[in-house]
C-alpha cells in the first residue's frame, strides 16, 4: 500500500530516548490517517485513569496518506490527546507546512509520551532524532522562538508553544510555522505539562503513488472543479472568512456580549468588507492550496496571518467591541502567546459579564478594546485578572458562582454561530465530541449560506440527518488530512477517488463516510469511558431558554430534546446515547476490541 | 420603498452599499405598496445595470447568492416584499 510511510516514530521524553516501528496497516486502513489514527490510537493508550496533566497522557501528531502528494490542501496535519480543558478526547488540526514537511521526514506518527525533567525541544531530521536543552528558550514567544529555531517554509518547519502552554493555561494552543494554530481544548498545555518547547523538522522525502497517471488527472480535474466555484475561487481569496461576519449579523445569529443578544451594531465595522478595504495586505496561502484564504493584515502595531472569522467576532462582537484594529493586535497577541482565540475572546466576555454584574471584581467592561492587549498578556503568565481567565470561562464562571455564564459545550466556548437562529448548529455543538465546535460538521452551509441547499434553519424535525452527515463527512476530511474548504468545490467522491489512487486500495464514496462515521463513534465511546452521559450533550441554559427579544431570530430558543432524541436513533444509539452492538459490528470497531 | 443591502463583491460592482429601489418601467404593481422580490430585484437592475447577469440566471435567484428578507431566506422570486422590508444580497461567500 502506497501514500502512508509505514512509521510510527514513539518517543519517550523521560528517558529522552525513541523508537520507530511500522504503522499497523490494518488500522489505518480502516481510520486512514490524521483525526482517525489519532482516536484509534488514543483509545489504547489513555484511560480514564490518566489526568490530561499527567505524562501518561500522550500527544499524538498525526498526517494521512494524501498529505505531501501535492493534492490540493495536502499539508494538513492533526495532535490528539485527552483536552485539559474538557476532560473528552480532542484532535486539533492544522495547516501551514510542518505537516507536510513531517510526512517527507518519514513518518506517519509521532507519539510523544512522559514528561522531560527540564525543557527540551526535539529536532527531526528524517531518521536523525535530537533532544536539545530548552532551558534557554522557556520564557519565549512564539515568534521569536520560530525565528530562533530556523523557520523555513521551505525547508525546515518549527512547531511550538508559547508562554501560554508553558504556564499550563488550559486553552493553550500548539502554534507552527509561526502563526498556523492546533488551537481549541489545550493540547498547548499538554505539551507544557511535558517540558516539551518545540518539535522542528526537516525532510524532503515524497511519498509514494500508487496510480501516479491517475493521480495527476485527478489532481487537474480538481483544481479545475476549485477554480469554477465562486467560493474557492473568488469569495474565499478575495475576503477570507470574515465576509460572514455581516450574514450572520443578518439573520439575528452572531452572538454578542457573551451571547446576551444575537445582533450587534458594530458588525459592520469590525467586517470582512471592512478588514479587505482598510487593513489587508494581502492574501495567502498554505502549502499546496490554489484558494488562498489566508489574511496578511497590517496595522500601526501588528503584521502577520489573520485574523480569521471566528477571532474576529470573539474579540469582536462576543466582547461588544468594534474597533477592528484593536481585534487585529489581539489575534496576533494570541498567535504570539500561543492562546487558543476563540476559547480567549469567550473567555473574556464571560468575565465581562460577571463583572457587570457584580459577581466578580475584575474591571473588565464590555466594549473596551483597551482591555483586550493587557488581558490576553495576564491570561498567558497566569497573573492578576488572568490567573482566574487563563483555564476558560467555564472554570472561570464557576468559581464565581455562575456556571451557566459560561458559552460552553462540555466546557469548550461554543464559536460565532448562535444556535437560537440556526437548530442544526445547536445540536452540532451539543453532540460534539470535543465540546463546543463548528469545525465537526458545520451547518452554516446548508442553514444559512444555501450550500449545497438552503434548510429552514429554524426547523427541527429532521434536521438531525443533515447535523449527522456532515459530521461524518467532517471527520472522514479530517481523516485524510485535507482542507474542508477543498469540500467546498470538490465532491467528496473526488476524495474517495484520490485516496484510492495514491494508496492502490479501493474507496468509494460511501467507504469513506463510514470511515468518518467509525471514527465519530469511536470517539463517542472514548467519551463514554470517560464517564460522560447524555447529561452532558447540552448547551447553556441562556441557549435553551432565553430568546433574543428581537430581529428575525426573536422568540427562538434551541429545541434540543427532540433533535437529541431523533440524532441518537439515527446514528444506531440507544436513548441514552451509547452505540448499539449492531452499529458497533456494523462499523467493524467490535473487531477492534472496542 | 424596500431597501436593499449589498454586500462583499456586490459593493464593488455595485459602486454602493445600499440602494433604495424606484419601481422600474412598465412595472404593475408599485413597489411603495407590495410586490414580490422579483419586481424589486428587476428596479435594482434596471437602476445599477452593472449587476445584471451577477444575480439572476435563467429567471432564477443565481446559485451561490443569497437573498435574505429582513433576515430570512428567500429562495424564489416569488416571496413577497412589503413596502419598508430590507432586501439583503449576498454573493458567494464561505467561512468557519
Known amino acids: ?594 | 420603498m424596500p431597501t436593499i443591502k449589498l454586500y462583499a463583491n456586490l459593493r464593488n460592482i455595485a459602486g454602493t452599499t445600499e440602494v433604495s429601489i424606484t419601481p422600474p418601467s412598465g412595472m404593475l404593481r408599485s413597489v411603495s405598496r407590495e410586490s414580490n422580490l422579483g419586481a424589486c430585484v428587476s428596479a435594482l437592475i434596471e437602476q445599477v445595470p452593472a449587476l445584471d447577469g451577477v444575480i439572476v440566471e435563467d429567471g432564477q435567484i443565481k446559485p451561490y447568492i443569497v437573498i435574505n428578507i429582513n433576515g430570512h431566506a428567500a429562495t424564489n422570486f416569488d416571496v413577497p416584499v412589503g413596502k419598508d422590508d430590507v432586501i439583503a444580497i449576498f454573493p458567494p461567500m464561505a467561512g468557519g
Open chain 1, 1 to 594: 500500500m502506497n501514500g502512508w510511510n509505514n512509521k510510527v516514530l514513539d518517543i519517550d521524553l523521560t528517558a529522552q530516548t525513541y523508537e520507530t516501528y511500522p504503522l499497523d496497516m490494518e488500522i489505518a486502513r480502516l481510520f486512514i490517517g490524521g483525526r482517525g489514527l489519532g482516536a484509534c490510537l488514543l483509545w489504547d493508550l489513555v484511560g480514564p485513569e490518566v489526568d490530561p496533566l499527567d505524562p501518561e497522557n500522550v500527544l499524538i501528531f498525526t498526517n494521512g496518506p494524501l498529505t505531501g502528494t501535492g493534492y490540493q490542501t495536502s499539508n494538513r496535519f492533526s495532535v490528539t490527546t485527552k483536552s485539559p480543558l474538557t476532560g473528552t478526547i480532542l484532535d486539533a488540526n492544522s495547516g501551514g507546512f510542518w505537516g507536510m514537511r513531517f510526512k517527507k521526514a518519514g513518518y506517519d506518527v509521532m507519539i510523544v509520551r512522559g514528561k522531560a525533567s527540564k525543557p527540551v525541544w526535539v529536532e527531526i531530521k528524517n531518521e536523525e532524532i535530537t533532544f536539545h536543552d530548552a532551558s534557554d528558550l522557556w520564557g519565549m514567544r512564539v515568534f521569536a522562538l520560530t525565528e530562533k529555531l530556523g523557520q523555513n517554509n521551505n525547508k525546515r518547519n518549527v512547531l511550538c508553544i508559547g508562554p501560554a502552554g508553558e504556564n499550563l493555561s488550559r486553552i493553550a494552543a500548539i502554534m507552527n510555522d509561526r502563526e498556523r494554530a492546533l488551537a481549541r481544548g489545550g493540547p498547548g498545555t499538554v505539551m507544557g505539562s511535558k517540558n516539551l518547547k518545540a518539535i522542528v523538522v526537516e525532510g524532503k522525502t515524497r511519498p509514494k503513488i500508487e496510480d501516479k497517471g491517475r493521480f495527476k488527472f485527478l489532481l487537474y480535474e480538481s483544481r479545475k472543479l476549485l477554480a469554477a466555484s465562486p467560493v474557492t475561487s473568488q469569495a474565499l481569496p478575495e475576503f477570507g472568512t470574515v465576509v460572514l461576519m455581516n450574514i450572520m449579523n443578518n439573520i439575528c445569529a452572531l452572538p454578542t456580549r457573551n451571547h446576551q443578544q444575537s445582533q450587534f451594531e458594530g458588525a459592520e465595522a469590525i467586517s470582512g468588507e471592512a478588514l479587505t478595504d482598510n487593513y489587508l495586505v494581502k492574501n495567502d496561502s498554505c502549502w499546496a492550496c490554489p484558494i488562498g484564504c489566508t489574511r496578511i493584515s497590517k496595522t500601526d502595531k501588528v503584521k502577520g496571518e489573520g485574523p480569521e472569522f471566528e477571532s474576529t467576532w470573539a474579540f469582536g462582537a462576543q466582547c461588544g467591541i468594534d474597533d477592528l484594529p484593536a481585534i487585529i493586535e489581539a489575534n496576533s497577541i494570541c498567535n504570539d502567546l500561543g492562546l487558543d482565540t476563540i476559547s480567549a475572546g469567550s473567555t473574556i466576555a464571560c468575565a465581562m459579564e460577571l463583572s457587570e454584574k457584580g459577581y466578580m471584581n475584575s474591571g473588565l467592561r464590555f466594549g473596551r478594546a483597551d482591555q483586550l492587549a493587557p488581558t490576553l498578556e495576564a491570561m498567558a503568565a497566569r497573573e492578576n485578572v488572568g490567573a482566574d481567565l487563563a483555564d476558560g470561562s467555564f472554570r472561570l464562571a464557576s468559581k464565581y458562582g455562575h456556571p451557566e455564564l459560561s458559552m460552553s459545550a462540555k466546557g469548550l466556548e461554543m464559536p460565532a454561530y448562535d444556535p437560537r437562529g440556526m437548530q442544526g448548529q445547536g445540536l452540532l455543538y451539543a453532540t460534539s465530541n470535543r465540546g463546543g465546535c463548528h469545525m465537526r460538521g458545520n451547518m452554516v452551509g446548508p442553514e444559512v449560506l444555501g450550500l449545497p441547499k438552503m434548510i429552514d434553519r429554524f426547523q427541527v424535525q429532521g434536521k438531525s440527518s443533515f447535523v449527522t452527515l456532515h459530521q461524518n463527512v467532517s471527520a472522514a476530511i479530517d481523516s485524510l488530512v485535507i482542507c474542508k474548504f477543498t469540500n467546498m468545490g470538490v465532491a467528496e467522491e473526488y476524495f474517495a477517488r484520490v485516496l484510492s489512487a495514491v494508496t492502490g486500495i479501493h474507496y468509494d464514496t460511501g467507504e469513506l463516510t463510514q470511515v468518518g462515521e467509525r471514527i465519530w463513534n469511536l470517539e463517542r465511546l472514548y467519551n463514554l469511558r470517560e464517564g460522560f452521559t447524555k447529561e452532558d450533550d447540552t448547551l447553556p441554559p441562556r441557549m435553551l431558554n432565553d430568546a433574543p427579544a428581537e430581529g428575525p431570530s426573536a422568540g427562538r430558543v434551541v429545541k434540543l430534546n427532540p433533535m437529541l432524541k431523533e440524532y441518537y436513533r439515527g446514528r444506531g444509539w440507544d436513548e441514552n446515547g451509547v452505540p448499539l452492538q449492531a452499529k458497533l459490528k456494523e462499523l467493524k470497531l467490535v473487531n477492534l476490541g472496542v
